[in-house]
């Protein structure tokens, strides 16, 4: 019968014999349609765009990331050596995948006449890491909450007027609605935020929000912890 140090050592061999395989295949940031519109110590943005009838390679998602679609689009998904699984996404659905110990191995098909937009935002660092301390959540709706960020989601009213400041790392997500215009105090220089489009706030700037009040608005907004 085996010794217990025996088997612990055949254990962790078999662990980093299925981690090296998992970190050999592509990952999911050198997948040619998850292109990385940002990337820095605490988060990478992956902006995807698959176009109608085309599919992704086989790709590995591994680290925590926060996902949220920007189209409805007909899709399928194949995960490595499974047969393929009819999808449909809806725009401004929104969720958070640990991948931990669990990685997704699989690639996307885009089944539609239309483009498929999704962002997959990867959690690479938790920004109150060095002080332990965890920030209370921003005076607005939170539809989700974890040990890895917030996520709020907005009206037109509860957008109106918006003040960010002094906070750490977030993406300000406008999923559908008339542009809303994002001020930047701490440059003195304002930018609009189109349907479909992003902002990153970097830790510690100062961002005020307007909007029109006519029409509906849905905007998404992960904050990091």
Request: aromatic content about 10%.
């Amino acid at each position: 019968m085996p010794t217990l140090s025996i088997r612990i050592s055949f254990t962790c061999v078999c662990l980093l014999t299925c981690c090296t395989a998992a970190f050999a295949q592509l990952q999911v940031s050198k997948e040619p349609m998850h292109h990385p519109a940002i990337v820095n110590e605490y988060l990478r943005v992956l902006d995807v765009h698959i176009p109608p009838g085309d599919t992704t390679k086989f790709h590995v998602h591994s680290t925590p990331s926060l996902f949220i679609q920007l189209t409805t689009t007909n899709t399928s998904a194949q995960v490595k050596s499974e047969s393929w699984i009819a999808d449909r996404s809806e725009t401004g659905k929104t969720w958070y995948k640990s991948f931990t110990p669990d990685i997704l191995f699989h690639r996307v098909c885009n089944r539609d006449t239309s483009e498929f937009h999704v962002l997959d935002v990867e959690l690479l660092k938790p920004y109150n890491s060095q002080t332990g301390i965890t920030n209370s959540p921003l005076p607005y709706p939170v539809f989700l909450s974890n040990e890895k960020a917030f996520v709020y989601k907005l009206n037109n009213a509860q957008m109106q007027g918006m003040n960010i400041s002094g906070r750490g790392p977030i993406v300000v997500i406008l999923v559908s609605g008339d542009p809303v215009s994002a001020e930047n105090l701490f440059a003195g220089s304002s930018a609009d935020i189109k349907a479909g489009e992003f902002l990153y706030i970097a830790p510690g700037t100062d961002y005020h929000f307007t909007c029109k009040d006519k029409g509906e608005l849905n905007m998404v907004i992960f904050e990091l912890k």
